[in-house]
């Protein structure tokens, strides 16, 4: 079983960066692959990014492509996602989430709490 946490989430204005941080319990962090996602307000949750078990692969949802980047530090058990030229169309709460299988998809098997992401404009 895998526990995440996500951070370093906030408050930022237009064009200003974040970068938040998923740390996740256990041994085995290189076995699972690892995604992003974001659930505005009244909306479905959306993919964000992914990135595979060693980080050889990522993917982007387009509309963050160019401007997001997903990485992944397996020696501290924790994944990445650098957040720049915010928009205020970014503003959502972020999930991270592990599964043994790369999925561009929201059927991850485990998830953290959430941690919200706001832009102002």
């Known amino acids: 079983q895998v526990q995440l946490v996500e951070s370093g989430g906030g408050l930022v204005q237009a064009g200003g960066s974040l970068r938040l941080s998923c740390a996740a319990s256990g041994r085995t962090f290189s076995s699972y692959a690892m995604g992003w996602f974001r659930q505005a307000p009244g909306k479905e949750r959306e993919f964000v990014a992914a990135?595979?078990?060693?980080?050889?692969?990522?993917y982007y949802a387009d509309s963050v492509k160019g401007r997001f980047t997903i990485s992944r530090d397996n020696a501290k058990n924790t994944m990445y996602l650098q957040m720049n030229s915010l928009k205020p169309e970014d503003t959502a709460v972020y999930y991270c989430?592990?599964?043994?299988?790369?999925?561009?998809?929201?059927?991850?098997?485990?998830w953290g709490q959430g941690t919200q992401v706001t832009v102002s404009s």
């Open positions: 989430a592990a599964d043994r299988t790369l999925k561009l998809t929201t059927a991850y098997e485990y």
């Open positions: 990135i595979s078990w060693k980080g050889a692969r990522t």
